[in-house]
Nanobody, 126 residues
Framework: QVHLEESGGGLVQAGDSLRLSCAIS????????MGWFRQGPGKERELVGA????????WYEDSVKGRFTVSRDDAKNTVYLQMTTLRPDDTAVYYC???????????????????WGQGTQVTVSS
């Protein structure tokens, strides 16, 4: 059984940086594209960034481009979300997810991701 576990969330001030980590176990990490989703209060879960099976294949939601960076370390079975210049509207529960994909593809829909972490809260104060 594939298991994902996020860490690194917390309370920060606007303009600060934070790095989330997601460790995957029980599966073959390099078979999966990895996505970072977030869900704010009263909002739908949205994909904010993802990395494909190839480390050079990435995707970002427009509001985080230039501020967030997704990376993966296959040797450590871990994916990261580096967040900089955080804003209050980045406040949400952040989830990592794993989905099977071709080497050049990045799943965009929640339904394309099979395995999910429990989520970690990120709160950005103004």
């Amino acid at each position: 059984q594939v298991h994902l576990e996020e860490s690194g969330g917390g309370l920060v001030q606007a303009g600060d940086s934070l790095r989330l980590s997601c460790a995957i176990s029980g599966g073959t990490f390099y078979n999966y594209a990895m996505g970072w989703f977030r869900q704010g209060p009263g909002k739908e879960r949205e994909l904010v960034g993802a990395v494909g099976r190839r480390v050079d294949v990435t995707w970002y939601e427009d509001s985080v481009k230039g501020r967030f960076t997704v990376s993966r370390d296959d040797a450590k079975n871990t994916v990261y979300l580096q967040m900089t210049t955080l804003r209050p509207d980045d406040t949400a529960v952040y989830y990592c997810a794993a989905g099977r994909a071709g080497p050049w593809n990045i799943p965009r829909s929640v339904y394309e991701y099979t395995f999910w972490g429990q989520g970690t809260q990120v709160t950005v104060s103004s």
